[in-house]
């Protein structure tokens, strides 16, 4: 029964959102990306019950060693149990300025309910983080905290930035009943 209500859940959203790319995730859930067509799955990996998937673009003949543009999905099983959202990413941008003191610019850090959505930039941390822009929306659910990343090459218009951030706000976990 379960297993039925659950795949009925999955199909109805798949049919409201015809450009979204739907990953198996654990047990009956899954990952619902709604990045349309121009985005491919680039590395997965799912250790300790973690789950990672990065996307990239499909259009630019991009891969993992080449992207301009990155979209990651983390799954965090029991994570939520231990720390909120906000704590999670605010313990990122620490871990990250203690690595990189010189090289992190931090454009903002919101709470938003039971979310939390970062920005920041990297610059010249070679050996840590290669130069980047990274837009991060930290969730959590029922059974996990939940990380999607937006992270650009090079310095990103506000137009990007706002495509971006609509983007990481549509990602779904759908967890199993």
Sequence with gaps: MRLVLFSLVLVLVLLSAPDVLADKASGDGA???????DWKLGYQVAQDGMILREYVRIASGETMENWTELLSV????????KTDAYSFAEGMLSL???KCADGLTIARLEKQGREAL????IKGCLGF??????LLRTFVTRDALCS???AWKTPPR????RKATELIQK???VEAP
């Excluded at 990952?31 to 067509?37: F, K, R």
């Excluded at 983390?74 to 149990?81: A, C, D, E, W």
């Design 158 to 161: 506000p137009e990007a930035v």
């Design 96 to 98: 990250s300025k203690a």
């Design 171 to 173: 990602v779904t976990i």
């Design 148 to 150: 999607v990343q937006y």
């Design 129 to 134: 983080f290669p130069d980047q822009t990274t």
């Design 74 to 81: 983390t799954v965090n099983p029991g994570l939520q149990k």
């Design 31 to 37: 990952i619902l990306v709604p990045v349309g067509t």
């Design 118 to 121: 970062s920005q920041w930039a």
